[in-house]
Antibody
Framework: EVHLVESGGGLVQPGGSLRLSCAAS????????MNWLRQAPGRGLEWLSF????????YYADSVKGRFTISRDNGKNSLYLQMSRLRAEDTAVYYC??????????????WGQGTLVTVSS | DIVMTQSPDSLALSLGERATINCKSS????????????LGWYQQKPGQPPKLLIY???TRESGVPDRFSGSGSGTDFTLTISSLQAEDVAVYYC????????FGRGTKLELK
C-alpha cells in the first residue's frame, strides 16, 4: 500500500524558514515523479512544485518561485520542501503527492495526510 | 494560468439522486497530438486529503465506484454521480494539467 507521511510543519514567524519532509513507502519511489501542493484553511487546492525521478526536471508555481526549493533523496525514499522568506499567506496544510503513473501525468493519485504550516508573529 | 470555474458552488441532493458537477476551463485543455483532455476530478472529505477519481476527463481511477463518471472535452467538463450514496458527501474539485496545474474552487455536495 502506498504511504506518504509529511512532517516538519509548525508555527514560524514571517520571514522565517521551514523544511518539510515526506517519507514514502509501499511503492518504488525512484520511478515516480513527486509534487508538493497546499490548501489554505477553508480554501481550495494549490499546486506548488514538481520534481521528476532524477531531479533533472523541477517546476515551481509563481507564488513560491525563488522562495521554495523542492528536492528528493531516492536512497532515503524521501521528498523535501525547503521554504524560506515565509509570508502569512503561506499558512496552509502542505501535502506531498505522487504523480499518477511512472511517466509524468501531473495528476496526483496518492497524497499524504498533510502537515500544517502556520506563519504568524 | 488557466482558470477553472466550477458550478454549482454547492449541491444538496437526496440519496439515490443523480449529481452533476460542472467545470469550465478558461482555454481548451485538449491536447490535439494525443487527443487527451488534461482534466482530473478529486473528492475531498473533511479532514482527509483529496482522492483522485477521474483523469484524462473520463478515465476512472482504479477502485473508484462506477457510479462516478466524467465527460466533456475542450473547455467544458462534467462529473456525474449516477446514484448518490451517503459516503459521497464531500467537496469535489476539478484540476487541469494542460498548463501549470490549477484547480477549481470546489463544489460541496451534501445530503438533502
Amino acid at each position: 500500500e502506498v504511504h506518504l507521511v509529511e512532517s516538519g510543519g509548525g508555527l514560524v514567524q514571517p520571514g522565517g524558514s521551514l523544511r518539510l519532509s515526506c517519507a514514502a513507502s509501499g511503492f518504488p519511489f525512484t520511478t515516480y515523479s513527486m509534487n508538493w501542493l497546499r490548501q489554505a484553511p477553508g480554501r481550495g487546492l494549490e499546486w506548488l512544485s514538481f520534481i521528476d525521478t532524477t531531479s533533472s526536471t523541477i517546476y515551481y508555481a509563481d507564488s513560491v518561485k525563488g522562495r521554495f526549493t523542492i528536492s528528493r533523496d531516492n536512497g532515503k525514499n524521501s521528498l523535501y520542501l525547503q521554504m524560506s522568506r515565509l509570508r502569512a499567506e503561506d499558512t496552509a496544510v502542505y501535502y506531498c503527492a505522487r504523480d499518477l503513473g511512472s511517466t509524468s501525468t501531473y495528476f496526483y493519485d496518492s497524497w499524504g495526510q498533510g502537515t500544517l504550516v502556520t506563519v504568524s508573529s | 494560468d488557466i482558470v477553472m470555474t466550477q458550478s454549482p458552488d454547492s449541491l444538496a441532493l437526496s440519496l439515490g439522486e443523480r449529481a452533476t458537477i460542472n467545470c469550465k476551463s478558461s482555454q481548451s485543455i485538449l491536447y490535439n497530438s494525443n487527443n487527451k483532455n488534461y482534466l482530473g476530478w478529486y473528492q475531498q472529505k473533511p479532514g482527509q486529503p483529496p482522492k483522485l477519481l477521474i483523469y484524462w476527463a473520463s478515465t476512472r481511477e482504479s477502485g473508484v465506484p462506477d457510479r462516478f463518471s466524467g465527460s466533456g472535452s475542450g473547455t467544458d467538463f462534467t462529473l456525474t454521480i449516477s446514484s448518490l450514496q451517503a459516503e459521497d458527501v464531500a467537496v469535489y474539485y476539478c484540476q487541469q494539467c494542460f498548463g501549470t496545474p490549477t484547480f477549481g474552487r470546489g463544489t460541496k455536495l451534501e445530503l438533502k
